[in-house]
């Protein structure tokens, strides 16, 4: 069985430049996360997806971030534009229901100069 | 909050000894589940307890919860220098549809 795929693994912008990351779940699973990970930090939930909706974005900085899932399989976030403490590891993870194991993917640095 | 908090936040260890790191929440959960980060790597899971278990095993991994004391420890026997990564306890609240991450516990196992 496939894993999680993110794309790229590393990035490296200037502020206030735009970013995109991609994900591409394990194939079935509904639930679909972005994590933001702060060095030294544990993760933090950015938004979760369930098929094309969104369950929670509570944490998503919304007036920079984006997300979205379309046909409810892959994902894009988006900063637009960034700061330099959106240095940080982006994280994806799919599981099959809320709650349940998740299945990471193996993130993006992203460093902010 | 309803994040977990790991202790110790370091641990450095033998070869061939045991590792116990503990989590501590606060809020009522459906599970608590364990994850492991090895360095600049995502996250792989480990282990999950549901609130109704008390204990789990995995190979060497064994998980205890304590829901009246809203705690959890994971017991790693027999460390090998692989172990040597990140572990983070994540909670799923009774309420909530994801997981809480803690800030975990860095654990060194020296060859």
């Known amino acids: 069985e496939a894993g999680v795929a993110q794309s790229p693994r590393y990035k490296i912008i200037e502020k206030r430049q735009s970013v995109a990351f991609w994900c591409n779940p394990i194939?079935?699973?509904?639930?679909l996360y972005w994590y933001q990970q702060i060095l030294g930090q544990g993760p933090k939930l950015l938004i979760q997806f369930q098929n094309n909706g969104v369950v929670d974005d509570s944490q998503l900085p919304k007036d920079r971030f984006s997300a979205e899932r379309l046909k409810g399989v892959d994902s894009t976030l988006k900063i637009q534009p960034a700061k330099l403490e959106d240095s940080a590891v982006y994280l994806c993870?799919?599981?099959?229901?809320?709650?349940?194991?998740?299945?990471f993917g193996p993130g993006t640095r992203l460093l902010v100069l | 909050s309803q994040q977990g908090e790991e202790d110790p936040q370091a641990l450095s260890i033998q070869e061939g000894e045991n590792a116990t790191m503990n989590c501590s929440y606060k809020t009522s959960i459906n599970n608590l589940q364990w994850y492991r980060q090895n360095s600049g790597r995502g996250l792989v899971h480990l282990i999950l307890?549901?609130?109704?278990?008390r204990e789990k095993h995995s190979g060497r991994l064994r998980v205890t919860l304590d829901t009246s004391k809203k705690s959890s420890s994971l017991l790693i026997t027999a460390s090998r220098a692989a172990d040597t990564a990140s572990y983070f306890c994540?909670?799923?609240?009774?309420?909530?549809?994801?997981?809480?991450f803690g800030t975990g516990t860095r654990l060194t196992v020296i060859p």
């Open positions: 307890i549901r609130s109704n278990e």
């Open positions: 993870a799919s599981s099959s229901l809320p709650k349940e194991t998740q299945y």
């Open positions: 994540a909670t799923a609240g009774t309420g909530a549809n994801n997981l809480f």
């Open positions: 194939s079935g699973h509904a639930t």
